[in-house]
């Protein structure tokens, strides 16, 4: 009995082990139904709090329904990866948000009905090759009114803005009314009407607003923001009376969104200019919130204005001149612009001109992020020297002194306020914003000026715009951006799920370097070498060719052997780049591989030792 129950140990054992997992398992599918745990680096699978208190208040129930080609995309292994994580976010998103969304992924298979649907909804495909497959990869949502937000076609170098996207599109559908925006505007925007009875249509930006929005222009000095208002728009404040001041400051406090746009030197403000008095042009064209900026702790000086050499834009004063490089004039490249923000993180190039610079002061409650700033190779320079050179751009760099470090020209300001009137009393004034802030300031008004962005042109009747700057999409992305909600606005960018390896890029741009740095010079070489041949093969005065002389000669033979040993350099440059690379990868794959079992036996023997410890203490 005794041997039988040696035998059948091991099986009882193994038996109630099995039965502990199972139990085990039972047990975590309902105490730990939903938990997750993300241990990715940047929190790649984890939701923004915006999006998940977004989520949290849907009140009726919305669809995603995801077209994607899986089929047609079997050999686009990168593709299906990035396929991968986009499902496993909307499937986060669902899962969050208490049964309210409902997602359903669909393969438009060719001549499919969901394909009828996908192209319905006006969903974008990429054929791929010549097999006649296309690729769809977009997403519709819908909800129980039968509304619809599309988003075309999910494009990988999107990714960061991924989950503002999907945010913006529930938060779109779960709302009825348009955004109001209301608008204060000391510069001519909206359509115009000349003396002779001639209408102007406005500026671009101001039919974009009004097209998308419904744009309420607040006319003259209104005291009052009525509380429909989601966003007010205030642009070239020139002068506001105190009253008026005050609405701005409490509008802001009881949790209205802020855009403004001031300048030192505003060049579409044409106002104070007339033709009959030529010392108008001098009259000072700046704007500013002085009581409010104070108050809030924004630094902006009018009298100030950002001067780039490393951006700044050719500019033609003189009809038969040439162009010059005019310091105050910039156009903004991606590195000036704020990639990990939704306003200006996919735009191109922002254009501006005689642009201010913003800062906040000590004693600000504010947080300040950049949105558009300049290169390190800038300065700030007077408004008056600026409009001095106009017709001689190249005066400004008379005493250009870079210093060293960039300037904000736009920025988005953030966090809890005081009223810029403390001393304001009644019943509905309020000494402190209610919940934290959402301003954007842009310290320039040009930059909604269509010379500055865009072409307008007349085809058939009917305005053909061409943008050549993306002024228009920031203006358009500050403004969908500032009339969401307030959990829309929180939702951060992603981090991008890509984990390139930095010291393998490092090792091939180090080699590269080299590698450039020697083609260079051979190519330098080659060119004065043709230049030589040329020379010595030209006819003489009687029309035939010269004869070459020894030296001559020999000098060839001495290039075309220095030029051999060029060519053994760079293949040498190259398979060491090569060399060091794959050594490199040789040194991560033996880590990869070798480095959890190592680990895994590091922890057995560790167990091990505990174990034999605690037997020979208890042996002892």
């Not at 009393?425 to 909604?448: Q, R, W």
């Amino acid at each position: 009995m005794k041997i039988l129950s040696r035998r059948s140990a091991p099986l009882v054992a193994l038996a109630l082990l099995a039965l502990g997992f199972v139990a085990l398992v039972a047990l975590n599918s309902v105490v730990l139904r939903g938990a997750r745990l993300d241990l990715t680096d940047k929190g790649l699978y984890t939701l923004s709090d915006g999006t998940r208190n977004l989520l949290g208040r849907i009140e009726e129930p919305v669809r995603l329904k995801l077209y994607y080609s899986e089929h047609a995309t079997r050999e686009l292994q990168q593709f299906r990866v990035f396929a991968t994580r986009v499902r496993e976010l909307l499937e986060e998103v669902a899962t969050r948000s208490g049964g309210q969304v409902r997602l359903e992924v669909i393969d438009p298979e060719p001549f499919s009905e969901a394909e009828d649907e996908a192209e319905a909804y006006g969903l974008q495909s990429i054929p791929l090759g010549t097999s006649g497959d296309k690729l769809y990869f977009g997403l519709v949502g819908v909800n129980s009114t039968d509304g619809e937000t599309v988003m075309p076609f999910i494009q990988p170098d999107k990714e960061a803005f991924l989950e503002y996207d999907v945010a913006k599109l529930i938060s779109t559908l779960s709302v009825d009314a348009q955004p109001v925006v209301g608008l204060i505007s000391g510069l001519p925007t909206g359509p115009t009407m000349d003396p002779t009875g001639r209408g102007g249509a406005g500026w671009v930006v101001d039919r974009q607003v009004s097209e998308l929005f419904e744009l309420r222009r607040l006319q003259g000095h209104p005291t009052d923001i009525a509380g429909d208002v989601d966003l007010l728009m205030v642009v070239h404040p020139k002068e506001l009376p105190e009253d008026t001041l005050y609405a701005i400051d409490q509008f802001v406090m009881r949790g209205g969104r802020l855009l403004v746009f001031v300048d030192p030197d505003s060049e579409a403000d044409e106002s104070a200019i007339d033709p009959l008095d030529p010392l108008s042009v001098a009259v000072p064209r700046s704007s500013d919130l002085p009581a409010l900026f104070q108050a809030w702790g924004i630094q902006y000086d009018p009298n100030r204005l950002v001067l780039d050499e490393k951006h700044a834009l050719q500019v033609q004063p003189d009809p038969n001149g040439l162009p010059v490089r005019h310091l105050a004039v910039l156009g903004l490249g991606r590195e000036a612009l704020n990639q990990d923000d939704v306003v200006t993180g996919e735009l191109q190039t922002l254009n501006v001109s005689s642009a201010g610079a913003l800062g906040l002061t000590r004693e600000s409650t504010l947080v300040m992020e950049p949105l558009a700033q300049s290169s390190s190779a800038s300065a700030l320079g007077d408004v008056a020297a600026v409009r001095d050179a106009v017709a001689d751009p190249d005066r400004l760099r008379e005493g250009f002194r870079p210093g060293g470090q960039p300037h904000v020209i736009a920025a988005r300001f953030t966090g809890p306020l005081r009223s810029a009137f403390p001393d304001r009393t009644g019943e509905k004034h309020l000494a402190e914003s209610l919940a934290p802030v959402n301003l954007v300031v842009v310290a320039d008004t040009d930059v909604l000026a269509d010379r500055m962005w865009v072409q307008v042109n007349d085809f058939l009747g009917q305005p053909v715009f061409n943008a050549f700057a993306s002024n228009g999409d920031f203006v358009y992305n500050a403004v969908d951006n500032l009339v969401g909600n307030a959990d829309l606005i929180a939702v951060r960018t992603r981090a991008s799920a890509t984990r390139p390896f930095e010291r393998v890029a490092a090792l091939r741009r180090s080699a590269e370097a080299r590698y450039r740095s020697s083609e260079q010079r051979l190519q330098q070489q080659l060119d004065d070498l043709e230049q030589q041949l040329a020379a010595l093969q030209q006819p003489g005065a009687d029309g035939q060719a010269q004869a070459l002389s020894a030296q001559q000669q020999a000098e060839i033979l001495r290039f075309q052997d220095e030029k051999l040993r060029m060519r053994r350099e760079l293949r040498d440059v190259q398979h060491r780049l090569n060399a060091d690379i794959e050594a490199l990868g040789d040194r991560l794959k033996l880590i990869n591989i070798l480095g959890m079992p190592a680990l895994v036996v590091l922890v057995a023997l560790g167990v091990a030792w505990r174990r034999w410890s605690r037997r020979r203490a208890a042996g002892a």
